[in-house]
């Protein structure tokens, strides 16, 4: 009896570091081939690459700081790796089903704003981008909204029920956002800020209108 306990052990020790093994194994690819994505902006087994960043993030981005590299290079390979794999669908998808969210960290620090059950209402008042990025969105036939946060999205959402989203947010963002449209069925993506914070952050204004403009 006692034999058959310490086999017994013995056989769940294996099972255990062969497990461990096979996940270094695919944390140490997956990174592989992020850093080569990275570099080259070529995506290579995207599925793959796409597992190990959302089921081992913490180990691949570990192994990433092991080598000294920055670790929000994962993010940024997942978030381009999301992108391309909805971009079919989101451009499929007609545009007045669409909605664009801007953060409010966005506007200027003057802004004359008044925050509504619909988000900020821009007045186009010239301080910012935001005015003129919204107007040329909404000629496209795009809904685009100015949020304060997450909980707005959601209820814009329910609200307004799109096929799809574009949001524009730092890397944190972006990510919940992204999930969230993955988790509601919806063709999401994200254009991740040149600089992030509180106020007056700063987006790539040519990204985005090529982006809306070509897509
Ligand atoms: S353009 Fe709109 S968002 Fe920008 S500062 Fe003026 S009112 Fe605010």
């Known amino acids: 009896m006692l034999i058959e306990i310490e086999s017994l052990f013995t056989i769940i020790g294996e099972v255990v570091v062969y497990f461990v093994f096979l996940l270094l194994l695919v944390a140490i690819l997956g990174s592989l081939l992020i850093g080569y ?16 960043i959302t089921l081992l993030e913490n180990l691949v981005k570990a192994l990433f700081r092991l080598i000294n590299m920055d670790d929000s290079i994962v993010d940024d390979v997942g978030i381009a790796l999301k992108n391309k794999i909805s971009m079919r669908k989101f451009r499929n998808t007609p545009i007045n089903k669409r ?31 935001v005015g003129q990025a919204k107007k040329t969105a909404e000629e496209l036939g795009y809904k685009v909204f100015i949020v304060p946060g997450s ?9 307004h029920k799109p096929s799809a989203i574009l949001g524009v947010g730092c890397i944190t963002e972006i990510k919940a956002g992204l999930e969230m449209c993955e988790k509601l069925n919806l063709y999401g ?6 600089k992030a914070g509180c106020v007056a952050t700063v987006l790539d204004w040519d990204k985005f209108y090529e982006f809306i403009e070509t897509t």
């Open 189 to 194: 993506e994200g254009l991740v800020l040149e």
């Open 99 to 129: 909605l664009i969210f801007f953060p409010q960290c966005l506007r200027a620090i003057n802004c004359p704003s008044k925050l509504s059950p619909e988000g900020m209402q821009c007045i186009n008042c010239g301080n910012c981008e």
């Open 151 to 159: 909980s707005f999205i959601r209820r814009l959402v329910r609200k």
């Open 37 to 52: 994505s990275f570099k080259t902006e070529k995506f290579i087994f995207p599925g793959f690459m796409l597992f190990s």
